[in-house]
């Protein structure tokens, strides 16, 4: 099941979608009418609105509206940072250490932006990209294993981890360079768990202006997404709703020879198999 949260021209609503349309939970009377109660009840709810939308007509075309982020404000949105082998030999190259453990930080949730939705660069000169397979957390997670986390997942989405590389390491927490308004486009959609047989071979790419700039299978983590949780978990409860973003191949703009950044006008197009796409413009700064 794909779950969207969308605007037809009246405000945000939440819906399932069906072929090239979209069923609206409300206009179908469904009985979970927003995605954080469907993140907290989990198969219940799953199972409920697959009897709901079975015998709907879609309401609206999805060429039709505007697909919006799908996790509007998350509790947490956490990142991984060198989770790839391949990103840690190019990050080494600009000597940043290999890490020993894993290497969390925050992206602020107001970052966060629709699949769709303009970036602004704010005031950064080294605008990046980085596609990431992204996790919804559904049951609440504490002091899980690996072999466990799986029962935690309720979906997943793709991920734009843009960045500001001259603001990143004005903390060693990232946060900051990772956090500008806009810099955390999500979507299209949160297509649920059973969807995807295994999270851990997948393609996923990035294009900047229809140029091929990243290309792995997320077979190629160093710390798999089960393994993510658990760690995560150990610290500190995981809650429904919460965003994983969970790391990035090689090809970053700061990695290339020389660096190459994002400007005003290029079009950065995130996709993962299986799950979807996004597309995202990089606007001029302050313009609307």
Known sequence: MKLVRFDAGTGPEYGVVKGDGIVSLTKAQCPYGD?????????????????????????????????????????????????????????????????????????QTTCIAGPYDEIDPGVTEKLDYEVELGVVIGKPAKGVSADAAASHIFGYLVANDVSARDWQFH?????????????????????????????????????????????????????????????????????????????????VGVAMEPPVFLQPGDVVRCEVAGVGAIENRVRESGGH
């Open 171 to 251: 903390s060693p927490t990232f946060t900051i360079g990772k956090s500008f308004d806009t810099h955390g486009p999500i979507g299209p959609w949160i297509v649920t768990r059973d969807e995807i047989d295994n999270p851990h071979a997948l393609d996923l790419r990035c294009y900047v202006n229809g140029e091929l700039r990243q290309s792995s299978n997320t077979s190629q983590m160093i710390h798999n997404i089960f393994e993510q949780i658990a760690y995560l978990s150990t610290a500190f409860t995981l809650e429904s709703g919460d965003l994983i973003a969970s790391g990035t191949p090689e090809g």
């Open 35 to 107: 995605l954080q109660a469907i993140f907290e009840a989990g198969d219940e709810a799953l199972a409920a609105l697959a009897d709901c939308v079975a015998s709907t007509h879609p309401h609206h075309r999805l060429d039709e509206v505007r697909l919006l982020a799908p996790v509007p404000r998350p509790g947490k949105y956490l990142a991984i940072g060198m989770n790839y082998r391949k990103h840690v030999d190019e990050s080494e190259r600009l000597g940043i250490e290999r890490p020993k453990q894993q290497v969390w930080f925050n992206k």
